[in-house]
C-alpha cells in the first residue's frame, strides 16, 4: 500500500449517544506512506503528552496486504494537559481508498493527542501528530469562570484587554475580580479599601474605583458577565475575615454597605453580573437583621444577582460561624471548593494520598458535596455556584486544598494539580441540576513574557490548566 492515508476520528461516550462527550469531534488527518512500501506498518495510538498514565491497546488488525496495530503510549517528556479518562478503541474499519476509521468511547471531555505512523521494510519512518479535543455536548454549567487575582499588587491594566479577549475563547463567560478592603483590627467599626501601598509582607492593595470600572467594562466588552467579590481582611492579612467582632456591629454594617454601594456605583452590574455580598464572614452571621437589611438596600441599588461565599460550605460548621441566616434572599448559594481530594477536614492532617486518582477524587469530592452543600440547597431549591476552586501545585496539595504557604522544601507537582481540577469539574458536572457552575481561582494580570511564574503557584490560565479548563469549558462543543 503507498500514497496517502486518511484517518478518520470519531468519538462517542459509552451509551454511543451525545451524552457526555460530543460525537460530533470528528477529526480528519492524513499522512503519506513512504515510498518502496511493500510492507508498511502502522500504528495509531493516543499519546498521553505529559504525566497521564499509559493506556491499553488493539494490536494486529490487518487492512489488505498491510497490518496496523493500534497501541496506545505515553510521552512524558511534554508538559501538556491530557485527559486522564480510560477510553477504548470500539471500531477500526476501513473505508476504501486508503481511509480508515478509528472511533473511541470516552465517558469525560479531555484532551487525546493521536499519533499515527507508518514504517515501511527500509525502516522509513513517517508519524503525524493531532490531539482530539473532546467536549461535554451539554454544557452543563450557566456560569464558567476565571477569578482575576488583583489583591496582591493590583497588577498591570495594560494587559488587561489580550487577556480578557482570550478567555472566551477558551469557554469563559464569567471573570470574578476580588478587590479587597479592611478594618484596622478585629474590633474596629470601619471598613475601607486598603491602601496604595501597605508593607512588603502583607501587600494588601484595592484597585481605585477608575481600574475596577475598567475592567468590568472590559469583561463586557468581550461579552463575559461579572462577579464583583470584594474580599474583606483584617489589618492588611495578618487576621482573617471571620474572626471579627468589630465594638459595634450596626456602625460595622453601616461602614460595610457604604462601600459596597460606592463600588456598585462606579462599576454598573447589569443582571447577567453577580455581586458576592461578603466573603467567609462567619462571625457575622449572627446578625441576621443587619445582614438582611443591608441586602434590601443593595437590591434596590443594582440589577445584579447576589450570592455570599461561606466557608462552612466546604469546612463544615465550626465555632464561631452559625449558618448563613440569609440565603433565602439570595439568587444563588455560594461557597469555595476547598474538599480535600483524598482526606476530610475532620481527619487528621497525616490521613490522606499525595497520589490519588481522579476516579478517587471524584468519589471523595461527591460525598462531601452530599454532607455539606446539597443539604441546603435541596432545602432552599437554590442551585450553589463554586466561587473558587483549585489547588496549587505542590505534591500533596489535594490534600489542603486551601493551601498557599509555600517552602523551599515543598516538591512541584503538576499532575496532582490537574488531576483534582478534573475530578472537582468532573463531580460538579454530575451535579448540573444541584450546581449552577464554578469560578477558578486564579489568574494574575501579569505580563508574562516578562515576569514567569514562581515555581508554586495557583495558576490557571498560564499553565496546562488552560488545556482542561477549555475542554470541560466546552468552547468547542458547538463547531
Known sequence: MTGEVSIRVVVSDPNGVATVSSVSVVQEFNFQVPEHADEVIARVGLEPIGVA???GGLTGVSFGDSRFDFVFGADKE???????????PIEVSELGGGEFEVSFVSEWPGRFPLWLTAVDVDGNATTVRVPVEVYWADQPWDIRGVMIDIHWDGGSLAIADELLSRLPKAGVNVVSLNPVIYSPSVT?????????RWDDETRC???????????????????????LKPHFIVDGFRHAGWGMSPRDWASWFESYERLLLEMLTAVELDSSDFLIIGNELGSSHSQRLLWGK??????SSTGAQLSYSDANAWTGPWPGSPPVPFWDQLDLVGGAWYYPGSRTNASPASAGSNDPTVADMRSAFQGQLETLVF??????????VFLEMGISNFDGANRFPAETGYSSEMAEDAQ???DYLEAALQAAGSNSDRVAGGILWATQLVDRTRTALPRLNHE???SPVQQLLRVYFGVGAST
Request: glycine share 2%; hydrophobic share 45%; aromatic share 8%.
Open 375 to 384: 443539604p441546603t440547597v435541596d432545602a432552599l431549591g437554590k442551585r450553589v
Open 460 to 462: 490557571v490560565w498560564f
Open 78 to 88: 511534554i508538559a501538556e494537559y491530557v485527559s486522564s479518562a480510560s477510553v477504548l
Open 53 to 55: 498514565e499509559s493506556f
Open 188 to 196: 474596629a467599626t470601619e471598613v475601607l479599601p486598603c491602601p496604595e
Open 416 to 418: 496532582e494539580q490537574i
Open 294 to 299: 443591608m441586602i434590601e438596600t443593595i437590591r
Open 205 to 227: 492593595v484595592s484597585p481605585s474605583l477608575a481600574d475596577l470600572r475598567h475592567l468590568v467594562e472590559t469583561a463586557h466588552r468581550h461579552e463575559m458577565a461579572v462577579f
